[in-house]
């Protein structure tokens, strides 16, 4: 069984502040997903990486797709209250069917004015 | 363009009576999944359908069904609920398949008494 594991559960930290959240796996994924959840509503899709190494960003957000494709980070710069949510990653099964994204448990960011 | 649109939003059941989904992709999305989201499983996979074909199930019970119409609507049944299946059921379209990401609806925050 694929499993995504998701650290930190969860991150309480000051506007302003930086923080990194990973996303880790013994599996490879052909494609990683990073989403953002609020509550009573579904994920919103932030940014896809296929490439290993590749490094995309996303204003203050930068994600990252690690050399083997097994593990991904996200990591905000000057985080503001508007960044609170449930961030999750999903990977894409490598060779797999369609349809299966692997989801991770998720990070619950809290960011306090 | 209109979002995944889930019905209902909210639903309440009694042990044992069975219940039905529906969801409305993007247009143009012919791929259409469904996730269970609870607190502690995080996202599971439920199925995947693609032009009116089932091709990918996850692990769970026969009593989870779904199909999809020649419109690329698709609705899932739970049949013989059970207290446990309390969740927020979460529908997600793609048009190029799920290494691109998804649209997610707001799902239907179903609740077993």
């Known amino acids: 069984t694929q499993l995504l594991e998701q650290s930190p559960q969860f991150l309480s930290i000051q506007e302003g502040e930086n923080l990194t959240v990973y996303c880790n796996s013994s599996s490879v994924f052909s494609s990683l997903q990073w989403y953002r959840q609020e509550p009573g509503e579904g994920p919103v899709l932030l940014v896809t990486?296929?490439?290993?190494?590749e490094v995309k960003k996303l204003k203050r957000l930068t994600f990252q797709f690690g050399d083997a494709r097994k593990d991904s980070s996200l990591h905000i710069t000057a985080a503001q209250p508007g960044d609170t949510g449930l961030y999750l990653c999903?990977?894409?099964?490598?060779?797999?069917?369609?349809?299966?994204?692997?989801f991770g448990k998720g990070t619950k960011l809290s960011v306090k004015p | 363009k209109a979002g995944v649109t889930q019905t209902p939003r909210y639903l309440i059941k009694t042990r044992g009576q069975q219940v039905t989904l529906s969801c409305s992709p993007i247009?143009?999305?012919?791929?259409v999944s469904w996730y269970q989201q609870t607190p502690g499983q995080g996202l599971q996979f439920l199925f995947e359908y693609f032009s009116e074909t089932q091709r990918n199930k996850g692990n769970f019970p026969g009593r989870f069904s779904g199909r999809q119409f020649s419109n690329s609507r698709s609705e899932m049944n739970v049949s013989t609920l059970e207290l446990g299946d309390s969740a927020l059921y979460l529908c997600a379209s793609t048009q190029t398949g799920s290494d691109y990401g998804y649209t997610f609806g707001s799902g239907t925050r179903l609740t077993v008494v």
């Open positions: 999903a990977g894409a099964p490598r060779g797999g069917s369609q349809g299966n994204l692997i």
């Open positions: 247009s143009g999305h012919r791929s």
């Open positions: 990486v296929v490439t290993g190494g």
